[in-house]
């Protein structure tokens, strides 16, 4: 499901900023830059809403930004989240998958007390580039 909901940004006195966003209670992160709020805010967003979901749970309908009240120093920004993709991004279950070895390569793997998943995930984590879930 897709969502774009208005977050509200207050700079932090000791740099960085907090991210609130005020129709999701509770969905509250920071970070230290502006991009890196935004990256926070947007995750921790399709967290609470995928889990509002998975519970059945009303979720709130998003305020236009021209409605938000806001306190002085802070702005509005919008953040968009789809949380089919979030799901298959962070779905760390582990699959089956058959791979062919030659026997030789199979004993000596064995013989050595290598596990070949691991061997796998790293290899293709390496050649993929990518050393956390996407």
Wanted: with cysteine; charged share 25%.
């Amino acid at each position: 499901m897709r969502y774009v909901y208005p977050i509200v940004l207050k700079p932090k006195s000791n740099g960085g900023f907090l991210a609130t966003v005020p129709d999701v209670p509770g969905c509250v992160t920071s970070g230290e830059t502006l991009e890196d709020t935004v990256l926070m805010i947007r995750d921790a967003l399709s967290g609470c809403l995928s889990v509002l979901e998975d519970e059945k749970e009303n979720i709130n309908k998003p305020t236009s930004p021209t409605e938000l009240h806001l306190e002085e120093g802070t702005f509005v920004a919008l953040v968009d989240v789809d949380t089919t993709k979030y799901r298959q991004e962070n779905d760390n279950r582990s699959i089956r998958r058959n791979v062919s070895l030659p026997a030789w390569l199979n004993a000596k793997a064995e013989q050595n007390r290598i596990n070949c998943s691991q061997v796998l995930q790293e290899a293709l984590r390496e050649k993929l580039g990518v050393w956390e879930p996407i």
